[in-house]
């Protein structure tokens, strides 16, 4: 079945530094890949989406790119904030039929001022 | 705008007992989920919705019911609750399957 995988966290980092969280998947079509974002306390916010190959989704300053022939979709920012500090999680979906999201086990991300 | 609504946002179970896990959505989406998050173990889908009155199991649905009457509306219910189903429960909904997920707030359980 479908699954996808995160490095394993925390990552700690301090201001201003660039950030990658490494994201890799195994699907059997041609999937829709997700990062969320998950603030303390909070339930998972969509932060970026791409939905074929080589497309780019960006928001916030994060980016990550659908690498086909990779299986990734690395999530980078070139500068982080302390406010940046969550849970991040990739996920995919087979976009067909009732197909639902799956979710890697999420990489914390602790940003120091 | 209220998104998804999850009540309550806190409680505590002894073993045995049973509670309903509510969750209402005011943005007309067919598609309702019901997600388990356990540390480190990222989300586990227990439940899904295609709309009213049609419900399918997900991943991990042992020990839990759900009903969808409504549109609005997909309660989770725990029957006879044991210490492994202590977790944050989230709802969400979509407009299509699988895209744009809209998380409700949470609802963290304990049993003991």
């Known amino acids: 079945g479908d699954s996808v995988t995160q490095m394993e966290g925390p990552v700690t980092l301090s201001e201003e530094a660039f950030l990658t969280i490494n994201c890799t998947y195994t699907?059997?079509?041609?999937?829709?890949l997700f990062w969320y974002v998950q603030y303390p306390g909070e339930g998972l916010q969509l932060l970026l989406k791409?939905?074929?190959?080589?497309d780019k989704g960006s928001n916030k300053g994060f980016e990550a790119t659908y690498r086909k022939e990779t299986t990734s979709f690395h999530l980078e920012k070139g500068s982080v904030q302390v406010s940046d500090s969550a849970v991040y999680f990739c996920a995919l979906s087979e976009g067909s039929g009732y197909s639902t999201l799956t979710f890697g086990k999420g990489t914390m991300l602790l940003v120091s001022p | 705008n209220a998104g998804v609504t999850q009540t309550p946002k806190f409680r505590i179970l002894k073993i045995g007992q049973s509670m309903t896990l509510q969750c209402t959505q005011d943005m007309n989406h067919n598609y309702m989920y019901w997600y388990r998050q356990d540390p480190g173990m990222g989300l586990k889908l227990i439940y899904y919705?295609?709309?009213?009155?049609?419900?399918d199991k997900g991943e991990v649905p042992n020990g839990y019911n759900v009903s969808r009457s409504t549109t609005e509306d997909f309660p989770l219910r725990l029957e006879l609750a044991a210490p492994s189903q202590t977790s944050v429960y989230f709802c969400a909904s979509s407009l299509r399957p699988g895209v744009g997920y809209t998380f409700g707030s949470g609802t963290r359980l304990t049993v003991v």
């Open positions: 791409a939905t074929k190959a080589d």
């Open positions: 699907a059997t079509g041609y999937p829709s």
């Open positions: 919705s295609v709309g009213a009155g049609i419900t």
